[in-house]
């Protein structure tokens, strides 16, 4: 959100995004040059942020661009349009050609222009979009990323955001047309993003999926505790308040260095001292931002936990890693059954190995958490 000094809650802009350089250029130059990649991890790391910032870099080049975030959409139907309306936005400059179409503003002056602007892809497709089916309104969505692009000379780059959404909103099937179109299109590159990682991996990993070898799988890379450290120092700065080396090391060590955990613990430890009209950063600041951003973070902590809710066992181990148990030999259940919810901690993007038979959480910010909840279990 502009004006904040930590942004906080969606993608943020591109003074604000720490650390991506290197894969900002990656990505920009492979979908560039046609590759489609995806990439998946947790909510709350940065893909949107990412995603958008390579696609305002790739208009600035006279590339075509589309975003379509799936976690809007609820049908065929509207998927479709999504598809539609965001590839329609780069001719018609507006976000929603079709609703503009339909509801008569063509009776207004220049919309009879924003008719023109789009007859010709009409006509090259058949029907106008309009009068088609659900079916059949998706598969001219799914063709039109090339048709525009070809017609007008241009490469198009199309993201789309919670990917795994596809599932919901259309069926499984919808996967396998998706791929048998945008498999011959050779003017469009297509970034898959998507939050459920278990669901990302099937998708595009498994042989019998129908996105299998489709993409390039890349891995999100952290954020450096180097690249966090100069940015706080900066930012601090900026508003005359000091801070030391070491107290950035213990936000750090904190929060891990996670995207969102680390903006916001800075935020509120950023409040904190304005409330108490402080220019001092000192160790009970971080202590009081601490208590502060987990509070806030509650609910989206709670939601993970009830994403994990229909099996006790994988909480349970939850529960034990966070209180620091050796899970294999500190519960009685099957070892079987224990790294069934290991793989699942691990799918879901809560946990990752750190050595043998030892796990430590991406988050530890939702460790605090449950240490802190911990009694109420
Ligand atoms: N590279 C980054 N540098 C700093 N903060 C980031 C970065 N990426 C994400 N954030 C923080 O995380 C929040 C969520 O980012 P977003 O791009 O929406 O993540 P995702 O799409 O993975 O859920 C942002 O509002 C911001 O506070
Ligand atoms: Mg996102």
């Given at each position: 959100?502009?004006?904040?000094?930590?942004?906080?809650?969606?993608?943020?802009s591109?003074?604000?995004i720490?650390?991506?350089?290197?894969?900002?250029?990656?990505?920009?130059?492979?979908?560039?040059?046609?590759?489609?990649?995806?990439?998946?991890?947790?909510r709350?790391i940065?893909?949107?942020?990412?995603?958008?910032?390579?696609?305002?870099?790739?208009?600035?080049?006279?590339?075509?661009?589309?975003?379509?975030?799936?976690?809007?959409?609820?049908?065929?139907?509207?998927?479709?349009?999504?598809?539609?309306?965001?590839?329609?936005?780069?001719?018609?400059?507006?976000?929603?050609?079709t609703?503009?179409?339909?509801?008569?503003?063509?009776?207004?002056?220049?919309?009879?222009?924003?008719?023109?602007k789009?007859?010709?892809?009409?006509?090259?497709?058949?029907?106008?979009?309009?009068?088609?089916?659900?079916d059949?309104?998706?598969?001219?969505?799914?063709?039109?990323?090339?048709?525009?692009?070809?017609?007008?000379?241009?490469?198009?780059?199309?993201v789309?955001?919670?990917?795994?959404?596809?599932?919901?909103?259309?069926?499984?099937?919808?996967?396998?047309?998706?791929?048998?179109?945008?498999?011959?299109?050779?003017?469009?590159?297509?970034l898959?993003?998507?939050?459920?990682?278990?669901?990302?991996?099937?998708?595009?990993g498994d042989?019998?999926q129908?996105?299998y070898?489709?993409?390039?799988?890349?891995?999100i890379?952290?954020?450096?505790?180097?690249?966090w450290?100069?940015?706080?120092?900066?930012?601090?700065?900026?508003?005359?308040?000091?801070?030391?080396?070491?107290?950035v090391?213990?936000?750090?060590?904190?929060?891990?260095?996670h995207?969102?955990?680390?903006?916001?613990?800075?935020?509120?430890?950023?409040?904190?001292?304005?409330e108490?009209?402080e220019?001092?950063?000192?160790?009970?600041?971080?202590?009081?931002?601490?208590?502060?951003?987990?509070?806030?973070?509650?609910?989206?902590?709670?939601?993970?936990?009830?994403e994990l809710?229909?099996?006790?066992?994988?909480?349970?181990?939850?529960?034990g890693?966070?209180?620091?148990?050796?899970?294999?030999?500190?519960?009685?259940?099957?070892?079987?059954e224990?790294?069934?919810?290991?793989?699942?901690?691990?799918?879901?993007?809560?946990?990752?190995?750190?050595?043998?038979?030892?796990?430590?959480?991406?988050?530890?910010?939702?460790?605090?958490?449950?240490?802190e909840?911990?009694?109420v279990?």
């Amino acid at each position: 959100m502009p004006g904040k000094l930590f942004p906080l809650g969606g993608p943020v802009s591109e003074h604000d995004i720490v650390d991506r350089e290197d894969f900002l250029i990656s990505l920009e130059t492979r979908l560039s040059e046609g590759q489609s990649i995806m990439l998946a991890g947790p909510r709350r790391i940065g893909k949107t942020s990412i995603a958008l910032e390579v696609l305002r870099r790739i208009r600035t080049k006279g590339c075509y661009t589309a975003l379509i975030d799936l976690f809007r959409y609820n049908s065929k139907k509207e998927l479709a349009l999504g598809i539609i309306n965001a590839c329609y936005e780069n001719r018609s400059g507006i976000k929603k050609t079709t609703t503009a179409l339909k509801d008569g503003l063509k009776k207004i002056t220049g919309s009879a222009k924003l008719t023109a602007k789009i007859q010709d892809l009409e006509i090259a497709l058949g029907l106008p979009a309009e009068n088609r089916n659900d079916d059949e309104l998706l598969t001219y969505a799914l063709k039109l990323p090339e048709v525009l692009a070809q017609t007008d000379n241009r490469q198009i780059v199309l993201v789309f955001d919670e990917f795994q959404e596809v599932i919901r909103i259309a069926g499984e099937e919808t996967l396998k047309v998706m791929r048998s179109y945008f498999q011959t299109q050779e003017n469009a590159a297509y970034l898959f993003l998507g939050s459920k990682e278990g669901m990302m991996n099937t998708i595009f990993g498994d042989k019998r999926q129908a996105f299998y070898r489709f993409a390039t799988i890349l891995p999100i890379p952290a954020v450096s505790e180097a690249a966090w450290g100069t940015y706080i120092s900066k930012k601090f700065a900026e508003k005359k308040i000091t801070i030391s080396h070491q107290t950035v090391t213990e936000i750090l060590s904190r929060t891990g260095g996670h995207p969102q955990d680390t903006m916001l613990l800075c935020s509120e430890i950023y409040y904190a001292l304005l409330e108490a009209g402080e220019d001092k950063l000192t160790f009970a600041f971080v202590q009081l931002g601490h208590a502060r951003a987990l509070a806030t973070l509650s609910p989206v902590f709670d939601e993970i936990l009830d994403e994990l809710g229909k099996t006790a066992l994988t909480r349970n181990v939850l529960m034990g890693l966070a209180a620091g148990k050796r899970i294999y030999s500190g519960l009685s259940n099957n070892p079987n059954e224990i790294k069934r919810a290991v793989d699942t901690l691990i799918s879901k993007g809560i946990i990752e190995k750190s050595g043998r038979g030892t796990y430590h959480f991406i988050e530890p910010m939702l460790k605090d958490y449950l240490l802190e909840t911990l009694e109420v279990y």
